[in-house]
């Protein structure tokens, strides 16, 4: 192979001797340091089993690599579990790990020089972590995303960890007894594969393929199907092979960005997308606003009936002919752009082998959907000047007013879940959570999920500064923006102010004297909690902007 490459700085010419004799005792020989070096990152981790069949995966995607002409090179990186971690300070270190994650790629394949990767993918913040790498890189790389969960089955019923989440409310009202609330978690999550509804790891693996940056149909396969070797194989394979022409930058752009916005508010998907997707944007040097999301949203209907707003999991998607079939519904309706992808063909070129379907449930007809409207709205106002995230899917998107219940914190705001303290009708605002003042910007599902267990999902209003999963349901709104430690004017509300949403007028307001409470105002000083939380603290910017710690302007 005569055409220079970036591993040419550490193989070729007398002054790298040393290294390549390094790189010999690893097992290279003279004819490989004329192949592509291709980085392998695996987020393999046996703490969750979003991620802890990845080590397997991570030796047919080398034995892909090689068959592409490629000399493999493995890597490992982190992973925090999001349902793990999910109600207690553990939790803050979750979105602080998609920073780590984006940073230690770029660290490995900048030091070594490496001409390509190719990132396995698991659990929520591995993969736009992955994305972000990539696209600030501007290397020739691959998203390969390890696969959803099978469901698991109670009483014959499938579930899923979200029905784990809503026992525990249940549980806490007295609905259910102890008995029950342990064979829901017993059920819940039957082996390895990332949490199964449409959460964050599945729209955001949705994504990476409407985005381009993940071979069509590669993330389909459940974790444990056959396929799912194949894909790994592929997906090593053609990284190899494009491991000296198209860069990641090239497929995030406008157009591209489109198709993943699209993608995800026609699935009903995770409001953590709208971080992610900025984050990434951001990586790339694209100029995005998180508006796109409110503006595809009344343009497009939810066409995929999945959890947490529908009846069925991402396995049930891939049975009826999954992304491609999702997909092609959404270009035959005018919704997508053709753009290229790593498979090295274009999106519409993918979509239309998209395999026949009789199913019209689990995909509803795009003039029949599942919800008329999107499932994301972007909202402002009183209490949000710079934005937040309201998720509709599965709800009605019209108005909600009530009075302000206030926490500082999320474990004082699911103690009064558990005590059954919260009413149809009340506004909950939990404050003091967003990237700085958690910091992490931790997610409220413990919450959400205890008032959909006793009934009240879309009956109160949630608001945040901080995050919701994906499997959290119900009237919430997230990512408020300026949030409460910078001053912003969650932080002035006080117990029984009157909040109205206007999910159309695009608002939340309070009828309250703003003036005068900021005259009174100070944000209360967070403690320092060492090391890098206090570093992430320092440099993460605001959740309008994808809450990344690499901020310009």
């Known amino acids: 192979m005569t055409q220079n490459k970036r591993s040419d700085a550490i193989t070729k010419g007398p002054a790298r001797a040393a290294a390549r004799a390094m790189l010999r005792a690893?097992?290279?020989?003279?004819?490989?340091?004329?192949?592509?070096?291709?980085?392998?990152?695996?987020?393999?981790?046996?703490?969750?089993?979003?991620?802890?069949?990845?080590?397997?995966?991570?030796?047919?995607?080398r034995a892909g690599v090689v068959e592409g002409g490629g000399w493999p090179v493995e890597f490992g990186t982190i992973v925090v579990s999001d349902g793990?971690?999910?109600g207690h300070e553990g939790m803050r270190a979750s979105?602080?790990?998609?920073?780590?994650?984006?940073?230690?790629?770029?660290?490995?394949?900048?030091?070594?020089?490496?001409?390509?990767?190719?990132?396995?993918?698991?659990?929520?913040?591995?993969?736009?972590?992955?994305?972000?790498?990539?696209?600030?890189?501007?290397?020739?790389?691959?998203?390969?995303?390890?696969?959803?969960?099978?469901p698991g089955c109670?009483?014959?019923?499938?579930?899923?960890?979200?029905?784990?989440?809503?026992?525990?409310?249940?549980?806490?009202?007295?609905?259910?007894?102890?008995?029950?609330?342990?064979?829901?978690?017993?059920?819940?999550?039957?082996?390895?594969?990332?949490?199964?509804g449409q959460f964050t790891a599945?729209?955001?693996?949705?994504?990476?393929?409407?985005?381009?940056?993940?071979?069509?149909?590669?993330?389909?396969?459940?974790?444990?199907?056959?396929d799912?070797?194949?894909?790994?194989?592929?997906?090593?394979?053609?990284?190899?092979?494009?491991?000296?022409?198209?860069?990641?930058?090239?497929?995030?752009s406008p157009e591209s960005l489109h198709n993943a916005v699209c993608a995800v508010v026609a699935s009903g998907g995770s409001t953590n997308a709208v971080l992610h997707l900025a984050a990434i944007a951001a990586e790339a040097k694209v100029p995005f606003s998180i508006d796109l999301f409110d503006q595809l949203s009344r343009t497009?209907?939810?066409?995929?009936?999945l959890k947490p707003g529908g009846r069925y999991l991402a396995q049930d998607l891939f049975a009826v002919g999954g992304n491609r079939r999702f997909g092609k519904m959404l270009m035959e309706a005018g919704a997508l752009k053709d753009i290229p992808t790593t498979s090295g063909r274009s999106l519409f070129a993918e979509l239309a082998e998209a395999p026949p379907s009789d199913d019209t449930d689990v995909l509803r007809p795009v003039d029949a959907p599942l919800k008329p409207t999107g499932g994301l709205r972007i909202l402002y106002g009183d209490v949000a000047p710079d934005g937040a995230v309201l998720k509709t899917a599965g709800y009605g998107d019209g108005a909600f007013e009530g009075p302000a219940r206030i926490f500082e914190c999320e474990e004082d705001c699911f103690a009064a879940v558990q005590a059954g303290t919260i009413a149809e009708g009340d506004v909950v605002v939990i404050?003091?959570?967003?990237?700085?003042?958690?910091?992490?910007?931790?997610?409220?599902?413990?919450?959400?999920?205890?008032?959909?267990?006793?009934?009240?999902?879309?009956?109160?209003?949630?608001?945040?500064?901080g995050r919701f999963s994906g499997a959290s349901h119900g009237f919430v709104i997230g990512h408020i923006s300026p949030e409460a430690a910078v001053g912003g004017p969650i932080g002035l509300l006080q117990e029984g102010d009157r909040i109205s949403i206007d999910a159309e007028g695009r608002r939340i307001d309070a009828a309250i004297d703003w003036q005068a409470r900021k005259e009174n105002y100070t944000p209360t000083p967070k403690a320092p909690q060492g090391g890098y939380f206090d570093k992430y603290r320092a440099l993460v910017g605001s959740a309008s902007r994808g809450a990344t710690t690499l901020q310009e302007g």
């Open 154 to 196: 109670h009483k014959g019923q499938d579930i899923s960890i979200q029905d784990a989440f809503e026992a525990v409310g249940a549980y806490g009202l007295g609905r259910i007894d102890g008995d029950e609330l342990s064979a829901v978690e017993r059920a819940a999550c039957p082996g390895a594969g990332a949490c199964g």
């Open 95 to 150: 979105l602080m790990s998609r920073e780590v994650i984006a940073d230690s790629i770029e660290l490995a394949v900048r030091g070594h020089a490496l001409d390509a990767a190719i990132v396995l993918v698991g659990c929520d913040k591995t993969i736009p972590a992955a994305a972000m790498a990539l696209a600030r890189l501007d290397i020739p790389g691959i998203v390969f995303y390890g696969g959803t969960i099978a």
């Open 431 to 465: 404050r003091n959570e967003g990237p700085k003042g958690g910091p992490g910007m931790r997610e409220m599902l413990g919450v959400t999920a205890a008032l959909a267990g006793q009934g009240l999902a879309g009956k109160v209003a949630l608001l945040t500064d």
């Open 300 to 305: 497009t209907p939810v066409i995929a009936n």
């Open 228 to 252: 799912k070797t194949i894909e790994a194989r592929r997906c090593g394979q053609l990284v190899a092979e494009n491991a000296l022409g198209t860069t990641a930058r090239t497929y995030v």
């Open 26 to 61: 690893t097992g290279m020989s003279d004819a490989d340091f004329d192949k592509p070096m291709v980085g392998i990152i695996n987020t393999y981790a046996s703490v969750t089993p979003c991620n802890m069949h990845l080590r397997a995966l991570g030796e047919d995607v």
């Open 84 to 86: 793990i971690t999910m």
């Open 202 to 226: 599945n729209t955001m693996a949705m994504a990476m393929a409407f985005l381009g940056l993940a071979p069509m149909g590669a993330g389909d396969p459940p974790a444990l199907h056959p």
